[in-house]
């Protein structure tokens, strides 16, 4: 009879323990991206982890296994951000970007992509987590630029801050003599569907070409006859380079989704540029022997300097649209145009010169 009692006792309290086990333990309900080494995704809920395999069942391929040693990384996604309609689009690695400016969020890991547009390749890749790198280039692979950005997210997901710099070179162009440099700060409000950008910066560039002015060493040189020829003395040039032009910008971009696939994306950017630039003349004739007519000297006169300031303001206007028809694929055009104003200082003339013309552009974008 006690047997009896003890194992009523004991089925009981085994009963009660596995209701309340299940009710400290619910189910999950979340749904997972499980992406392998080999870059191979699934979406669906995880049933079961042992450890060693993934219980996950999908929508298309119904419950699979999957090995833990072949899982890259797992995460989270959510239907109602990372979704559009029944297609997941994750937080979209081309969200980061506009038409040529960028925003404060950051390429996830593993979040790679390139772009082509017409003027050239881009390529960009996620370093760290919140730190990316990237090449630009020209077709002819000169000029080339090295990109960097780092952004710093907040407790708040819709307000986001980062930094980036581009550094260019002129590369083999005239022999890598040229330079110039991109370095700007930026917030970003709203996510990554929909979303707006201001940013300030500062720019830099030389080009690294000679303005073509051959000032010589002022002096007097004699003129020598050697084997019955004018023996002219050779001066000494002094070349002046293209001074380095400076310009502080200011953008404001933002992108609005438009429909499943379709998204409207907006970048403006008014750049103030400045440069001042010594504008050269010199003297330089031959002295000749007045009875005989024989030239004897050359003369070589004192350098004069005229400063000439220019000041431009340049307004880049790049609307467009960009259609994601899958995750991995997306292509952008841009009616982009230019609306300038420069105005030229030299002594007391001023001169003042408006033009606009348009930039066409269309971008594909490819994740990797």
């Known amino acids: 009879m006690k047997n009896i009692f003890t194992l009523l006792v004991l089925l009981f309290m085994a009963f009660h323990g596995s209701e309340i086990l299940a009710q400290v333990t619910p189910a999950d309900t979340n749904l997972y991206r499980v992406v392998k080494s080999n870059n191979q995704e699934y979406i669906g809920r995880i049933l079961n982890d042992d450890g060693r395999e993934v219980l996950l069942e999908t929508s298309s391929l119904g419950k699979i296994y999957i090995v833990k040693s072949d899982i890259q990384s797992i995460t989270i996604v959510h239907r109602e951000i990372d979704f559009v309609g029944d297609e997941y689009r ?35 890749f996620s370093v760290s987590k919140n730190f990316s790198v990237g090449v630009m280039a020209t077709w002819i692979a000169s000029p080339i630029v090295l990109a960097l950005k780092y952004t710093i997210p907040t407790r708040n997901e819709k307000l986001n801050f980062g930094f980036g710099t581009l550094l260019g070179s002129a590369g083999y162009l005239n022999q890598g003599k040229g330079y110039g440099g991109l370095h700007w700060g930026m917030v970003t409000y709203g996510d990554r569907k929909n979303n707006v950008t201001f940013s300030l910066g500062y720019s830099y560039l ?44 200011i953008g404001i971009a933002g992108v609005a989704s438009v429909g499943k696939k379709a998204s409207f994306v907006m970048d403006i950017m008014l750049v103030f540029g400045q440069k001042t630039e010594d504008l050269h003349s010199q003297e330089v004739y031959t002295g000749y022997d007045p009875i005989t007519g024989v030239p004897t000297q050359t003369y070589v006169g004192p350098i004069s300097t005229l400063s000439e300031r220019t000041n431009s303001v340049n307004c880049l206007i790049m609307p467009g649209m960009r259609f994601q028809k899958t995750e991995n694929k997306a292509f952008q055009i841009s009616l982009a145009g230019v609306i300038g104003n420069t105005t030229k200082q030299k002594a007391s003339t001023i001169t003042t010169k408006r033009y606009s013309f ?4 269309c971008t594909w974008f490819y994740k990797f």
């Open 90 to 124: 994750g937080t979209g690695v081309f969200t980061t970007r506009y038409q040529f400016s960028t925003n404060a969020f950051p390429l996830q890991k593993h979040d790679n992509y390139a772009l082509v547009n017409l003027y050239g390749p881009e390529v960009h």
């Open 206 to 249: 030389n080009t690294g070409i000679e303005t073509g002015e051959q000032m010589y060493v002022p002096g007097t040189y004699p003129v020598d006859l050697t084997n019955g020829f004018y023996d002219y003395p050779t001066l000494t040039p002094i070349n002046y380079k293209t001074p380095t032009m400076k310009a502080p910008i």
């Open 358 to 361: 348009p930039v066409p552009m």
